[in-house]
């Protein structure tokens, strides 16, 4: 199984930026995007479901828009009006539904880091 992101970089605070995740060798059916900023412990960021519904963190609710397309196994992180504190890498996790609510299987990708200037 390989999970691989594209899409971070540098941008100006109020942009946006489009991060990928392409899953090979298996599909999910939840999958979720975390980021860790230095210093600071792994956080889950948004995930969705197969049958497309969508959960978001607080933090990042009305800006950020996690999408999926099955027939290319993959899924997206639309991430708009960017903040300093968004910066961190970002990383793609293949789970499952749980209770209603995500389970982060040991599945990651490689990482894409997403810098946000002030």
């Known amino acids: 199984v390989q999970l691989v992101e594209s899409g971070g970089g540098l941008v100006q605070a109020g942009g946006s930026l489009r991060l990928s995740c392409v899953a090979s060798?298996?599909?999910?059916?939840?999958m979720g995007w975390y980021r860790q900023a230095p210093g600071k412990q792994r956080e889950l960021v948004a995930y969705?479901?197969?049958?497309?519904?969508?959960n978001y963190a607080d933090s990042v609710k009305g800006r950020f828009t996690i999408s999926g397309d099955s027939a290319k196994n993959t899924v997206y992180l639309q991430m708009n009006n960017l903040k300093p504190e968004d910066t961190a890498v970002y990383y793609c996790n293949g789970g499952s539904a749980y209770r209603n609510g995500y389970h982060s299987l040991n599945y990651w990708g490689q990482g894409t880091q997403v810098t946000v200037s002030s």
């Open positions: 969705i479901f197969s049958g497309g519904s969508t």
């Open positions: 060798g298996s599909t999910f059916s939840a």
